[in-house]
């Protein structure tokens, strides 16, 4: 069972059953459903514009901070597949804007185990089958007549726990897993490919027992708010037994086919069943550092800033090259230019841009990418001043990488490098830091180069950090008063404290 509570807010919460039979009723005439997404949080109206760009309806963005919500025929559910923004997917069972909880936990937690019987899911498990076969086309292999998956544990995030659909749909299926020897330690963070088959059923196989397909299934449920008199997995583990009773379903936490999500955020419940085996932040990284950015916080950051054809965009602390690798992929008439002063940050970016070329050539695509790879000196960037479009990157934090102290020197120190190197007037940065303080003190110095358009307050695995969005000026570098460095002790002002604290301040309003 895993529950995910904000404020009064607990990690994540499932109870999971499983199913001895399915109804097997056809999807037949195209119907429509609201679709749910979970996206990083803070990137809401990126997400909802490039739902309306590239499947054309309107997103409603929830209260919840880190969903949206949108409309979609069945017969272009796989549009939602195209979209680089989002984490997860679910398509909604049943939505209460304003339910009705009672004072007692005992009376509420029966009500939502009632509430299961009660729920229009036929809808909802008619597009879940239909996500399945996109799932089967996908996986088939040549040869064969089962059904590759891959399947995945629970992820202990911020959002609740994703698993993969245990894709199986046929009489005395048997799963074959292509895993490590039973006990093996590298078994749980291990990808195996399980085959669903058919026919060839092994006498001692564990899986092979059952005469009927078992659907398995589990409730995750997700809570935020202070007014509830119970837990997520109070919650997950009654909604989750009225679903097993409704259905005749059994229960199995890991390898189950159907994960039903029960999301409550104060007064607002929203009753889906998910649609991605796994979250697709991590879609693009091979080799992983300590400071890795998720693909969907990246793809937001390349939209805030427009990429269009030909411009030239630099990442110079591209730690394992995620920012870059998404804009290569995602808006390939641009150049990137990944850079970092660590050797061991440069070699997991050529690794993973490596990684993308051999998949992409295994798919017949062409295995060439706009990008490129440099390590170098932050403060000295070996580029004609002047010459780059964009600038996106993920500054240190003074956390897991640097230290707050050394950002005072760092902060001002790149910021005018930064701004030496971009194209006066039309140059823009997106960068992102949880260290506030220290660099609304170094954009404060940077007037005459760089002007603040937005900023976006993100939660960054727990952190409150912000994506300031920057405006290269007019000022032709070398002619204006910024360019004279000034160490952290000659700038430091008297109401610093109290400015600072308005930041942070500021920043934790935006994030509640």
Same mark, same amino acid.
């Given at each position: 069972?895993?529950?995910?509570?904000?404020?009064?807010?607990?990690? $994540?919460?499932?109870?999971?059953?499983?199913?001895?039979?399915? #109804? =097997?009723?056809?999807?037949?005439?195209?119907?429509?459903?609201?679709?749910?997404?979970?996206?990083?949080?803070?990137?809401? &109206?990126?997400?909802?514009?490039?739902?309306?760009?590239?499947?054309?309806?309107?997103? +409603?963005?929830?209260?919840?901070?880190? %969903?949206?919500?949108?409309?979609?025929?069945?017969?272009?559910?796989?549009?939602? *597949?195209?979209?680089?923004?989002?984490?997860?997917?679910?398509?909604?069972?049943?939505?209460? *804007?304003?339910?009705?909880?009672?004072?007692?936990?005992?009376?509420?937690?029966?009500?939502?185990?009632?509430?299961?019987?009660?729920?229009?899911?036929?809808?909802?498990?008619?597009? /879940?089958?239909?996500?399945?076969?996109?799932?089967?086309?996908?996986?088939? !292999?040549?040869?064969?007549?089962?059904?590759?998956?891959?399947?995945?544990?629970?992820?202990?995030?911020?959002?609740?726990?994703?698993?993969?659909?245990?894709?199986?749909?046929?009489?005395?299926?048997?799963?074959? &897993?292509?895993?490590?020897?039973?006990?093996?330690?590298? @078994?749980?963070?291990?990808?195996?490919?399980?085959?669903?088959?058919?026919? =060839?059923?092994?006498?001692?196989? @564990?899986?092979?027992?059952?005469?009927?397909?078992?659907?398995?299934? %589990?409730?995750?449920? #997700?809570?935020?708010?202070?007014?509830?008199?119970?837990?997520?997995?109070?919650?997950?583990?009654?909604?989750?037994?009225?679903?097993?009773?409704?259905? &005749?379903?059994?229960?199995?936490?890991?390898?189950?086919? +159907?994960?039903?999500?029960?999301?409550?955020? #104060?007064?607002?419940?929203?009753?889906?069943?998910?649609?991605?085996?796994?979250?697709? *932040?991590?879609?693009?990284?091979?080799?992983? $550092?300590?400071?890795?950015?998720?693909?969907?916080?990246?793809?937001?950051?390349?939209?805030?800033?427009?990429?269009?054809?030909?411009?030239? +965009?630099?990442?110079?602390?591209?730690?394992?090259?995620?920012?870059?690798?998404?804009?290569?992929?995602?808006? #390939?008439?641009?150049?990137?230019?990944? $850079?970092?002063?660590?050797?061991?940050?440069?070699?997991?970016?050529?690794?993973?841009?490596?990684?993308? &070329?051999? !998949?992409?050539?295994?798919?017949?695509?062409?295995?060439?990418?706009?990008?490129?790879?440099?390590? /170098?000196?932050?403060?000295?960037?070996?580029?004609?001043?002047?010459?780059?479009?964009?600038?996106?990157?993920?500054?240190?934090?003074?956390?897991?990488?640097?230290?707050?102290?050394?950002?005072?020197?760092?902060?001002?120190?790149?910021?005018?490098?930064?701004? !030496?190197?971009?194209?006066?007037?039309?140059?823009?940065?997106?960068?992102?830091?949880?260290?506030?303080?220290?660099?609304?003190?170094?954009?404060?110095?940077?007037?005459?180069?760089?002007?603040?358009?937005?900023?976006?307050?993100?939660?960054?695995?727990?952190?409150?950090?912000?994506?300031?969005?920057?405006?290269?000026?007019?000022?032709?570098?070398?002619?204006?008063?910024?360019?004279?460095?000034?160490?952290?002790?000659?700038?430091?002002?008297?109401?610093?404290?109290?400015? =600072?604290?308005?930041?942070?301040?500021?920043?934790?309003?935006?994030?509640?």
């Amino acid at each position: 069972m895993s529950s995910q509570e904000e404020g009064d807010a607990e990690p $994540g919460s499932c109870t999971s059953a499983s199913s001895s039979s399915e #109804n =097997d009723a056809p999807i037949g005439d195209v119907i429509t459903v609201t679709i749910g997404a979970t996206v990083p949080t803070g990137f809401e &109206q990126t997400a909802a514009e490039e739902v309306k760009e590239k499947i054309g309806v309107d997103a +409603i963005i929830s209260k919840d901070r880190g %969903r949206i919500y949108f409309p979609i025929a069945s017969d272009k559910l796989f549009q939602v *597949h195209l979209l680089k923004s989002v984490d997860n997917l679910f398509v909604v069972v049943e939505e209460y *804007h304003d339910y009705p909880f009672k004072e007692s936990k005992e009376e509420t937690l029966l009500e939502l185990q009632e509430l299961a019987s009660n729920l229009p899911w036929t809808n909802a498990l008619q597009i /879940w089958k239909l996500n399945r076969t996109f799932k089967k086309k996908k996986g088939f !292999r040549k040869g064969g007549n089962g059904t590759k998956v891959k399947p995945t544990s629970s992820e202990a995030t911020d959002v609740a726990s994703v698993a993969s659909l245990l894709v199986g749909c046929s009489v005395a299926d048997v799963e074959q &897993q292509e895993l490590p020897p039973a006990g093996s330690a590298a @078994e749980s963070q291990t990808k195996a490919e399980v085959t669903a088959n058919t026919e =060839d059923s092994t006498p001692d196989s @564990e899986e092979a027992e059952p005469k009927t397909k078992v659907t398995k299934f %589990r409730v995750t449920c #997700n809570r935020a708010g202070v007014i509830h008199s119970f837990t997520s997995n109070d919650a997950a583990r009654d909604f989750g037994g009225g679903v097993q009773e409704f259905f &005749q379903w059994k229960a199995d936490m890991t390898k189950f086919d +159907i994960e039903v999500l029960l999301n409550i955020h #104060n007064v607002e419940v929203v009753i889906g069943i998910a649609l991605t085996e796994e979250s697709l *932040h991590r879609r693009n990284i091979s080799h992983f $550092g300590p400071t890795t950015l998720r693909s969907t916080l990246c793809y937001g950051m390349l939209r805030l800033c427009s990429p269009q054809a030909s411009d030239i +965009i630099l990442d110079p602390m591209c730690g394992t090259g995620a920012i870059p690798l998404e804009g290569a992929i995602e808006f #390939n008439k641009s150049f990137y230019i990944a $850079g970092d002063n660590n050797d061991m940050a440069v070699t997991r970016t050529v690794n993973n841009i490596c990684h993308i &070329q051999k !998949r992409r050539a295994a798919k017949g695509s062409a295995p060439g990418m706009p990008i490129d790879t440099v390590q /170098w000196d932050l403060c000295n960037l070996p580029m004609r001043t002047g010459s780059v479009d964009i600038i996106i990157t993920d500054m240190p934090f003074g956390k897991r990488m640097g230290s707050r102290k050394k950002n005072w020197d760092l902060y001002p120190s790149c910021l005018r490098e930064m701004a !030496r190197v971009s194209t006066p007037g039309t140059g823009k940065a997106a960068l992102l830091t949880q260290d506030k303080k220290c660099f609304t003190k170094a954009i404060s110095r940077m007037g005459g180069l760089w002007r603040r358009l937005h900023t976006v307050w993100v939660n960054v695995g727990g952190l409150h950090a912000a994506v300031y969005l920057l405006k290269r000026t007019t000022g032709v570098f070398g002619q204006t008063p910024e360019d004279v460095y000034e160490s952290r002790g000659t700038v430091k002002a008297e109401g610093e404290e109290k400015g =600072d604290e308005k930041v942070e301040e500021e920043g934790c309003k935006e994030l509640s």
